[in-house]
């Protein structure tokens, strides 16, 4: 699904939705070295970083609530103010970070993304596809195994609420205060300022959505994800 704000304010989600960018666009390959912000980054590890950001022309800032895991900004994505500047970064990264998010810091979140990108920047978000989850809540149950992952074996309740095991062991940042679809995602991320969204669901229980500023170029990144084994389906 794309989204893309109306030149009427209203939102539209469509499929058609390359648009020709402003002059002087700088398309994501043309920079030697560019920044890339990982939210909700965790216990460091180099697979966590998506592959589009593992060459070595991009450089990781970790950010993440727990200072426990040594990341190199300790704040939450709600507000990073004080931390860290507007337009600095040309992409941001956040791997199952979002729905940490109480229901109401989640457009705050979204603004945040918007103001620490550069004007031709993007963010690539993932996060539990609430649809699929509840589909195999209604077929399953809520202590079904739904997948199995490096931490264990994963519910439908661990996908609802957050991992048991991790908050059973006292890591309150593991709770899920919030639940996104994919229209969900898209509208919110058009909300806080994103030029064009485009959203995906996968069959791994996961909703993705890549969000461009004004002056990115879209083709360009999509393009690239595509080669990373992210397609996004689109038309135009």
């Known amino acids: 699904m794309n989204f893309r704000p109306m030149a009427d304010g209203r939102r539209d989600a469509g499929t058609v939705v390359f648009k020709t960018m402003p002059a002087g666009s700088v398309r994501p390959h043309d920079r ?11 216990i460091y590890s180099a697979r966590k970083l998506h592959p589009m950001f593992g ?8 950010l993440d609530v727990d200072g426990s895991v040594q990341p ?3 704040c939450s994505i709600h507000d990073m103010r004080s931390l860290v500047p507007s337009g600095t970064y040309d992409a941001i990264w956040s791997s199952h970070n979002i729905e940490h998010l109480h229901a109401h810091e989640v457009p705050l979140a979204f603004k ?3 103001r620490v990108l550069k004007p031709d920047g993007f963010a690539l978000l993932r996060c539990p596809d609430l649809e699929s989850v509840a589909e195999s809540l209604l077929q399953n149950g809520p202590d079904h195994t739904a997948y199995l992952s490096p931490s264990g074996p ?3 309740l661990d996908m609802l609420y957050g991992h ?3 908050i059973a062991d006292g890591k309150m940042t593991m709770r899920h205060h ?3 679809t994919a229209d969900r995602l898209g509208r919110l991320l058009i909300d806080a300022g994103f030029a064009e969204v485009h959203t995906k669901r996968a069959t791994d229980f996961d909703l993705w959505a890549v969000a461009f500023m004004e002056k990115a170029t879209p083709s360009a990144v999509l393009a690239e994800l595509a080669r990373c084994g992210v397609a996004f389906d689109h038309e135009g």
Not at 32 to 42: A, F
């Open 178 to 180: 919030t639940g996104f």
């Open 164 to 166: 048991g095991a991790s």
């Open 55 to 62: 060459g070595r022309g991009w450089r990781e800032t970790r």
């Open 112 to 114: 945040e993304l918007y």
């Open 32 to 42: 030697q070295t560019r920044n890339v912000l990982h939210t909700g980054c965790g």
């Open 154 to 156: 994963i519910s439908v």
């Open 72 to 74: 190199d900004i300790v």
